[in-house]
C-alpha cells in the first residue's frame, strides 16, 4: 500500500506563486510516473503535469511556461511549482502516482487564487 500526501495549498492573489509538495509512502513507494491534476468547481479532473523517474516531463498545453514539475527520487517526492498564477487555477490539486498494476491518488490539497 502506498499513500501520497500533498501539502503546500493555499490562497494566492492572482499573478503570485505557491508551491506544492507530494511525499509518497509505504512499501514499494518508488514510482516510475508521478504526477500531478486538478479539478475545479463543476469541472472534470485534468492533467496538470507529469514525471518520469528519469526526469522526462510533460504539460497541459495551458500549464506550459508557467508550472514545473520536479521530482527528487531519494525522497519519494514530486513538487509543483506554480507562477504567474491565475483566478482559472483555482481548484484541489491531486498528486497521482503510477505504480505496477495500480494507480494511487493523494488526497488533494485547495489551491485558490483571487483578489
Known sequence: QVQLVESGGGLVQPGGSLSLS???SGSGSSS????WFRQAPGKQRELVATITRGGS???ADSMKGRFTISRDNA????YLQMNSLKPADTAVYYCQGLYPGTTYWGRGTQVAVSA
Open 32 to 35: 516510475a510516473v508521478m504526477g
Open 57 to 59: 516531463r510533460n504539460y
Open 22 to 24: 507530494c511525499a509518497a
Open 75 to 78: 525522497k519519494n517526492t514530486v
